[in-house]
């Protein structure tokens, strides 16, 4: 079971600076509840590709002494059974929900510079779009209660206003991700550089630790 940390820092600076992470250790077991019972227990390997590089990083682990299952400590940049980084994935959903690029356009993004090893198919494409669509239900109706904590004016909200006119839950979700992070700057100090393009990357931290599983 993975655990998905922060740890502000790009693909490339965790893969030549692991050892010197500050990688956390649980506190509290998440599959028997028990406390300040884990201990370290190496780590995998783990394929993390771009558009132009294919990474091969490590991912911590962690035992619980007390029912001996393990935790794995992923980095946000990456999402549980996918290979591309989140960047990346996150550029495909929202040529396709946000700018109705085709799939040829997405296809050829970035392709100049990239390794033809390294660029997604329009197989691979069309899965992540399918994959966040069918999730965005549930996530969207998370994203709306919190932001509704805060402030039930906003136009995510309002059910005469913009939300109804999107296309789909995706779409809805991406611009409800927008508005998240807006949120969340006021909140924490440690997000002041997050911007657009780390709206996923903060969906994802925020939502796995809510329990709300996949996002792709």
Same mark, same amino acid.
Request: proline fraction near 5%; include cysteine.
């Given at each position: 079971?993975?655990?998905?940390?922060?740890?502000?820092? +790009?693909? /490339?600076? $965790?893969?030549?600076?692991?050892?010197?992470?500050?990688?956390?250790?649980?506190?509290?077991?998440?599959?028997?509840?028990?406390?300040?019972?884990?201990?370290?227990?190496?780590?995998?390997?783990?394929?993390?590709?771009?558009?132009?590089?294919?990474?091969?990083?490590?991912?911590?682990?962690?035992?619980?002494?007390?029912?001996?299952? +393990?935790?794995?400590?992923?980095?946000?940049?990456?999402?549980?059974?996918?290979?591309?980084?989140?960047?990346?994935?996150?550029?495909?959903?929202?040529?396709?929900?946000?700018?109705?690029?085709?799939?040829?356009?997405?296809?050829?993004?970035?392709? +100049?510079?990239?390794?033809?090893?390294?660029?997604?198919?329009?197989?691979?494409?069309?899965?992540?779009?399918?994959?966040?669509?069918?999730?965005?239900?549930?996530?969207?109706?998370?994203? #709306?209660?919190?932001?509704? /904590? /805060?402030?039930?004016?906003?136009?995510?909200?309002?059910?005469?206003?913009?939300?109804?006119?999107?296309?789909?839950?995706?779409?809805? %979700?991406?611009?409800?991700?927008? #508005?998240?992070?807006?949120?969340?700057?006021?909140?924490?100090?440690?997000?002041?550089? $997050?911007?657009?393009?780390?709206? %996923?990357?903060? %969906?994802?931290?925020?939502?796995?630790?809510?329990?709300?599983?996949?996002?792709?």
């Amino acid at each position: 079971m993975p655990i998905v940390v922060e740890f502000h820092c +790009t693909v /490339q600076y $965790y893969h030549d600076h692991f050892e010197e992470l500050d990688i956390p250790r649980p506190r509290d077991c998440p599959h028997c509840q028990a406390s300040d019972t884990f201990i370290g227990h190496g780590f995998y390997w783990r394929k993390a590709l771009d558009r132009w590089q294919d990474y091969r990083i490590r991912i911590q682990r962690w035992l619980c002494k007390a029912c001996r299952h +393990t935790v794995s400590i992923l980095p946000s940049f990456l999402l549980r059974h996918r290979h591309y980084l989140l960047a990346v994935i996150q550029d495909v959903v929202t040529a396709h929900f946000e700018e109705d690029a085709s799939w040829g356009q997405i296809e050829q993004q970035g392709t +100049t510079e990239a390794d033809d090893d390294c660029v997604p198919s329009e197989r691979t494409l069309r899965r992540w779009c399918a994959s966040f669509d069918e999730q965005a239900p549930r996530w969207l109706a998370a994203v #709306q209660q919190t932001l509704a /904590q /805060q402030d039930a004016t906003l136009p995510l909200l309002d059910p005469l206003g913009e939300a109804t006119a999107v296309r789909s839950p995706a779409s809805a %979700l991406l611009d409800g991700a927008t #508005q998240l992070l807006a949120w969340a700057k006021t909140e924490w100090a440690e997000l002041a550089d $997050y911007g657009l393009n780390d709206r %996923l990357r903060f %969906l994802w931290h925020w939502g796995h630790a809510r329990g709300l599983g996949r996002l792709i």
